[in-house]
Each structure stands twice: as structure tokens, then as C-alpha cells.
């Protein structure tokens, strides 16, 4: 069974530091994708970034990077220079699968 | 179109009661997903279509659920005799392909007393 695992339930930052959530996950395929969501307090969950599990180089968007080690099935996101609008609950996926989330928060 | 509509928003109902929820995904997607996400937890997938097509149900989808998508359009998840375990928000996406991302609606926060 494919399995998303987020070992970290809180995680908190500082304004303008840099944070990282980790996600492990379990699959036997070799050709997949892998996300990361935000779903900000009482609001709808958007995608945060992705990643091909064919692509060697680690996906990019802005502030937020991924940190893709297929071989160990780790996939981290990486948050730099926080801003208070980063607060919320973050999900990791693999496919239809979802880990059950790390809640930000970003201490002004 | 501006993204996935959810109807209704809130929904309260008392024990036993049926209830149905309705989805509209994004026009131009064909794979529509519902979820079930209680507090403090990852979204849990239920089911989810091609077209009209329901391709894929949870073990968590008990004989109580049932989704339809007619004509590979809106889609619609019926609880019928509901329980407190209920209780949740649920979650419809919709996306172009199985492995592209999915696009969240809102939800429907169903709370049964």
C-alpha cells in the first residue's frame, strides 16, 4: 500500500528564516509525481509545488523548493524567507495519497 | 469558470438523515476526486471519476456513500442514515489527468447532531 508519512505535526519559524517540512513516502512504482498543498486556516488547499519523480532536478517556485531524494523516497519542502502568509497546514502527496500534514506557524 | 464549486458550504443534519452534496469541477477536467478530511488530519481519499466513470472507491466509502457523475459532468455524494462519525469536511477536486495535480473546492462541512 502507498503510504505518506509526515514525521513533523507543528513546525514554527521565524519572519524571514527559513523552515523545512519533511515527507517520506512508500511506493513500488518508479514514474510518479509528488506534491506539495497549503491549506491556509478555514480556506481551500492549493497546490504548493510538484515534482517528477523522473526529473533529477529538484523542483522550484519562488520562495518554496523541494529537496527530492528518490532512492531514500524523501521528498522535503523548503520555505525561505517566511512570511506571515505562509501559515497554514501543509500536505505532502504521492498521487491520491495524503500525509496527514505539518501545521506553520511564522512568529513575526 | 472559476475553479471547483462545492454545494453547500455548511450542512447540519440530524442523525439518521440522508444528505447530498454537489460538486462542479473545473470545465475542462475529466478526473473528479472526493475526499474526506477530519480535523487535524490529511485529506482521505473516498472515490474518484473519468469522465462518468467512477474508476477507484476507498474501503473507507462504506455501503452508506454513493457518488454519481452524470454525464462527466457535476457529481454528487449521497450519505444516507447518517452517523456522528460523519462528521467531517468533504473534499472534491477535480484535474485534467491522473497525474497532474488536483484542484481543491472549498468543501462541505457536514456536522451530524
Known amino acids: 500500500a502507498q503510504t505518506v508519512t509526515q514525521s513533523q505535526p507543528e513546525m514554527s519559524v521565524q519572519e524571514a528564516e527559513t523552515v523545512t517540512l519533511s515527507c517520506t513516502y512508500d511506493?513500488?512504482?518508479?514514474?510518479?509525481?509528488l506534491f506539495w498543498y497549503k491549506q491556509p486556516p478555514s480556506r481551500q488547499m492549493i497546490l504548493v509545488i510538484r515534482q517528477e519523480a523522473y526529473k533529477q532536478q529538484n523542483a522550484t517556485e519562488n520562495r518554496f523548493s523541494v529537496n527530492f531524494q528518490k532512492a531514500a523516497k524523501s521528498f522535503s519542502l523548503k520555505i525561505s524567507d517566511s512570511q506571515l502568509g505562509d501559515a497554514a497546514m501543509y500536505f505532502c502527496a504521492y498521487k491520491l495519497v495524503f500525509g496527514k500534514g505539518t501545521k506553520l506557524t511564522v512568529n513575526p | 469558470d472559476t475553479g471547483v464549486s462545492q454545494d453547500p458550504r455548511h450542512k447540519i443534519t440530524k442523525r439518521g438523515q440522508n444528505v447530498t452534496f454537489r460538486c462542479d469541477p473545473i470545465s475542462e477536467h475529466n478526473r473528479l476526486y472526493w475526499y474526506r478530511q477530519t480535523l487535524g488530519q490529511g485529506p482521505e481519499f473516498l472515490t474518484y471519476f473519468q469522465n462518468e466513470a467512477q474508476l477507484e472507491k476507498s474501503r473507507l466509502l462504506s455501503d452508506r456513500f454513493s457518488a454519481e457523475r452524470p454525464k462527466g459532468s457535476f457529481s454528487t455524494l449521497e450519505i444516507q442514515r447518517t452517523e456522528q462519525g460523519d462528521s467531517a469536511m468533504y473534499l472534491c477536486a477535480s484535474s485534467p489527468r491522473r497525474a497532474i495535480e488536483a484542484f481543491f473546492g472549498q468543501g462541505t462541512r457536514l456536522t451530524v447532531v
Open positions: 511506493t513500488s512504482e518508479s514514474d510518479y509525481y
